[in-house]
């Protein structure tokens, strides 16, 4: 959001919190922040907005708003992981020696890995560079 579209963003930061839309730090209950979603305030305000309201990430959803670990309970959505045993090498058990969104897109590094908008826009790799 640089240039005119980022100085207007701002500007309706601004209003949105001198309306009392909401606060800079809202109080919530801690299920909902996790868990539940929060729909209303500054969430709600993102949802709808047209500068932010398809760059949101994967935490928001249309049916409960944002909440950080939003479809990460009961599911292992876009989570995949490849975990040693220990059966050859006990000093590797437990050791998560590749990862990605399902079993077919496993990767040793991050270099790969792919992150979207909620709404599936703007896909692009979030670490470009391999892990050490």
């Known amino acids: 959001m640089g240039g005119y579209g980022g100085m207007g963003g701002l500007i309706k930061v601004e209003k949105m919190l001198e309306d009392e839309t909401d606060e800079l730090f809202a109080l919530t209950t801690v299920g909902d922040f996790l868990f539940r979603g929060i729909d209303t305030g500054a969430a709600e305000w993102m949802m709808g907005d047209p500068l932010t309201s398809d760059r949101l ?76």
């Open 57 to 132: 990430p994967p935490v928001f959803r249309p049916e409960n708003g944002f909440a950080l670990f939003n479809g990460k309970q009961d599911t292992s959505e876009n989570e995949c992981y490849q975990v040693e045993t220990g059966q050859e090498d006990w000093e590797q058990h437990t050791v998560i020696t590749k990862w990605g969104k399902d079993s077919q897109s496993l990767s040793e590094d991050l270099s790969k890995a792919e992150t979207c908008t909620w709404i599936g826009k703007y896909c692009q790799t979030w670490w470009t560079l391999p892990d050490a």
